[in-house]
């Protein structure tokens, strides 16, 4: 019972750990916009940014509830081994994020976590220990269906908004005024990663505790306690990871105008927010990435760069097997190795933790590693400068000429 | 063992996002347009900063606030229409607060 009770312990302090990094990760998501177009100044934007995703983190429990208790099944037969699992999986997601940072790959944290979780609870309990039923349509499906959401909307909603502040006679549209507007939308969007990214860990931390008999077997809402230290823990790494943003800022940048960026955050708080409070469990990134891309499709003449999808597209499908992967191999070590196998693991994630520190110390910071996915995923499109014009601005556009003309001919 | 998947669920999400983000896009693309036609239009500079953006100097920004004066000054509307539109727009900025508040609170009560 002891070695469990110190296993949990080491579970609980490597969540919050992720929630950190996941914290410290996602800032740019929810304040590239706003920083991009100038709407907010770097230092206030990252303070609310931090604010509100605490806000969150206590609005709506409902993801932590699907995390804890409903992707791995509770079986009494494998119940002492679950705790070690769980700290094997949390090192396969810790893992392969760094890799990915340290390649600059696309990925997310959120199926990082799934991934190493599933991986490692396939290798320790089997097919059984896996509801695929929830898997497969609370993180699974709306893995793939949220990005196409947010990307459908943020493309009609970046439509609305041009269509109605468009002026054919060449006055003023005030389309400068989104600018305010996105001070309030990034502040939703923070808001919205908080419902749905502190929940993960909340879920995991609730699960470590259930399987060791901490918390009752039915009751999968995360405890008080848990979910206050999640969300000052993300809203810490919210705040830190911000100022290295800050520092870095200015070269992974995508042209965004004021209303297309107004337009692609409602969107993506509106898809989280939605999603948050049915229990599904996002990647915030993949979210917010899908709505840059449909607000960029959004405005006219724009482009598709399939290349830069596609490379996007694959770190996404990627994720989720290749974390489970090493959940997985750190699991067959807790299960071969018994509390040896968890002490060498104990030593992996040291040294994870230990490179990543390393790294983010390093000054080479560069777009790949400092600018998030979602500054990425603005580069998938392509927007002339001077887009084609509306049909009505084209008859106007004729009209004035043939009324040159005209005066030409009568002035000769 | 079966897998149920509520397919419902997704719509619900597509639904509800949709006509969130359609309502508060609508109505403060429509509120900034009324200021417009107000005669108060908006222009906002960028907060200080930074190297990679096109960012509206302080010229232009005057620049923006003059042309935007002389159209208010050349708008044919009489003050009581300006008035009225002034308090349009105040009011779509208001259901846009509205529609999101009510979001946040759906949330949290469920």
């Known amino acids: ?412 | 063992m079966t897998v149920v998947i509520h397919w419902e669920a997704f719509f619900q999400v597509l639904g509800a996002a949709l006509v969130g983000t359609l309502v508060v896009v609508g109505f403060y693309a429509l509120g900034l347009r009324m200021l417009v036609r107000a005669g108060r239009v908006p222009v906002v500079t960028p907060a200080e900063f930074t190297d990679a953006i096109t960012v509206i100097s302080e010229k232009e920004a005057k620049r923006a606030a003059k042309a935007a004066a002389k159209a208010a000054r050349k708008s044919p509307l009489s003050d009581g229409q300006k008035t009225l539109a002034q308090i349009a727009a105040y009011a779509c900025f208001a259901v846009c607060a509205a529609a999101v508040l009510g979001g946040i609170v759906l949330i949290v009560v469920k």
């Not at chain 1, 309990?125 to 459908?152: E, R, Y």
């Not at chain 1, 042209?255 to 297309?260: F, R, Y």
């Not at chain 1, 290349?307 to 071969?336: E, Y």
């Not at chain 1, 601005?393 to 009568?410: P, W, Y």
């Open chain 1, 1 to 412: 019972m002891e070695t469990a009770a110190l296993i949990v312990v080491l579970v609980i302090l490597l969540a919050l750990f992720f929630d950190f990094t996941n914290g410290f990760h996602d800032t740019a998501n929810a304040m590239a916009t706003p920083i991009a177009t100038g709407a907010l100044k770097p230092r206030t934007a990252v303070m609310l940014a931090a604010g509100l995703n605490l806000v969150g983190a206590f609005l709506s429990t409902e993801v932590a509830a699907t995390v804890s208790g409903g992707i791995i099944q509770e079986d009494s037969s494998t119940a002492h081994l679950m705790p070690s699992l769980i700290f094997a999986g949390l090192i396969g997601a810790i893992t392969w994020n760094m890799l990915t940072w340290l390649l600059g790959l696309p990925s997310s944290s959120s199926h990082a976590l799934f991934g190493g979780l599933i991986g490692a609870t396939l290798v320790g309990v089997g097919l059984s220990g896996i509801n695929f039923g929830v898997v497969l349509s609370k993180v699974v499906l709306p893995a793939l269906i949220a990005p196409l959401t947010a990307g459908l909307i943020a493309y009609l909603a970046t439509k609305l908004a041009y269509l109605i502040t468009r002026r054919y006679d060449g006055k003023p549209d005030g389309r400068s005024g989104f600018r305010w507007g996105q001070i309030f939308t990034s502040s939703l969007v923070a808001l919205a990663h908080g419902t749905n990214d502190a929940q993960k860990t909340m879920g995991v931390i609730t699960l470590a505790l259930i399987s060791v008999g901490w918390q009752a077997q039915g009751d999968h809402q995360p405890h008080i306690y848990v979910i206050v230290a999640c969300a000052f823990t993300i809203a810490l790494g919210t705040y830190l990871g911000g100022w290295r943003i800050i520092r870095t800022l200015g070269k992974g940048l995508t042209d965004v105008k004021p209303a297309q960026g107004f337009a692609a955050e409602t969107s993506t708080a509106a898809t989280i927010l939605a999603s948050s409070a049915l229990g599904f469990a996002l990647s915030t990134t993949q979210v917010a990435s899908g709505s840059v891309i449909g607000s960029g499709l959004g405005r006219r003449g724009s482009a598709v760069r399939w290349r830069t999808v596609g490379r996007i597209a694959v770190g996404w499908v990627l994720t989720l097997p290749a974390a489970g992967l090493v959940g997985a191999l750190a699991a067959f070590i807790v299960v071969v190795g018994g509390g040896w196998g968890v002490l060498i693991d104990a030593v992996l994630a040291l040294a994870v933790i230990v490179a990543l520190f390393l790294r983010s110390r390093r000054n080479a910071v560069t777009a790949n590693n400092a600018f998030s996915e979602v500054a990425d995923s603005g580069r998938a499109i392509e927007v002339p400068e001077e887009p084609p014009l509306t049909p009505r601005q084209a008859r106007a556009q004729r009209a004035r000429e043939r009324a040159k003309a005209k005066e030409k001919g009568t002035g000769r």
